[in-house]
């Protein structure tokens, strides 16, 4: 098969992290190409070299009626240039222009978070609606996802497939040497937004003064204040082989889809303590880690917990967090779901 995948950003993220592993396991065995707008360019760092890269120059996230326009046309472009199988669209500017620009037979769409739809940008909804009927399949990463997308009436050939990850390379020494004095190091990877949810992490914090709490993933430092146990280390290639030297992976989170973070940790037995928003309780069952409400006391105090467990708990915790990752999520997994999906369509 000829594969066309089609994302908005090419700069580094959950979905992006989705895109590379399923390119650079499909073009294993068939033709791949993925195509991106607006960023930095490190996702394409991170593909194959068996992946063909296209840049969609005029793709982007903000509203632009010019370069939306300019957007189609050079999506049509790559289109006539590859005459692809499956087109798999991945986030919300590329869903809609790439079903309005492509034929909707050969179109899969994976909604990364429906909930970023939803409750953020529900004005896009009645949009969705009526594309739902201009592609072949939607994909959702999670149950919860696929719920919420019945239930607001978009119910034309929903399916869901879990996102999958390859275990990040294990780093040669300890990041976390450096940060002494401390009774257990909790690590949150995650940017700086309002969905992120800083301000809950920072209040957790507060609450665990014996514990250092860091945070990956900033591109500069809050403009609020925050106690002496908190770091803001930056943004870092690789940081999902980091989780393995932290005793709780947190994240705080407003909504979310299937993060990839959180499956991360898992892959390196990391305990997790996360809101309980998205797909979240999906990945977590008590025995490898939390889905909580937004409260830093209920947070803090299942972090205590899980930090203070005897080894022989703690054992069990980890072997269970990486056994969660190994049955449900790899890399493995996620493309079998997906070629499930690409060969329903060429078949028909």
Known sequence: ????????????????????????KL???????????????????GLSLKVTTERVPSLMRRLSPINELKAMLQLKKIY?????????LHSSKAGILGR??????????????????????????????ILQYQCAYIVGVSRY?????????????VSVVYNGIFKP????????????????????????????NTKLFIDVARLLPEYAFIWIGNQSLP???????????????????????????????????LPMVIIEALSNGTPVVASDVGGISELLDCDNGYAL?????????????????????????FRHCVSTYENQFTVDKMVNGYLNIYEKIVNR
């Open 223 to 257: 403009n609020f204040d925050y106690p002496k146990n908190v770091y803001f280390i930056g943004n870092i290639q690789g940081a999902g082989s980091y989780a393995k030297y932290a005793d709780v992976f947190m994240l705080p989170s407003n909504y979310e889809g």
């Open 293 to 317: 409400k937004n409260e830093a006391g209920i947070m803090a105090e299942k972090i205590k917990e899980i930090i203070t467990l005897p080894t022989q708990k703690k054992e069990a915790m």
């Open 169 to 196: 390379k294990e780093l040669d020494a300890d990041p976390f040497k450096d940060f002494k004095g401390y009774k257990g190091k909790v690590l949150c990877i995650a940017r700086l937004s309002p969905q992120k």
């Open 80 to 88: 006539r240039k590859y005459h692809p199988d499956i087109i798999h």
């Open 27 to 45: 073009c294993e065995n068939h033709e791949v190409i993925v195509a991106a707008g607006e960023g930095d360019g490190k996702m394409f760092d």
């Open 100 to 129: 309005i620009a492509f034929p909707k037979s050969k179109i899969v769409y994976t909604v990364h978070g429906f909930d970023s739809i939803r409750i953020a940008y529900r004005k896009f909804l009645p949009l969705e609606k």
């Open 145 to 157: 996802d696929e719920r919420n997308l019945l239930d607001e009436g978009i119910n034309q050939n």
């Open 1 to 24: 098969m000829r594969i066309l995948q089609v994302i908005t950003l090419s700069e580094l993220g959950g979905a992006q992290s989705v895109v590379i592993n399923l390119a650079n």
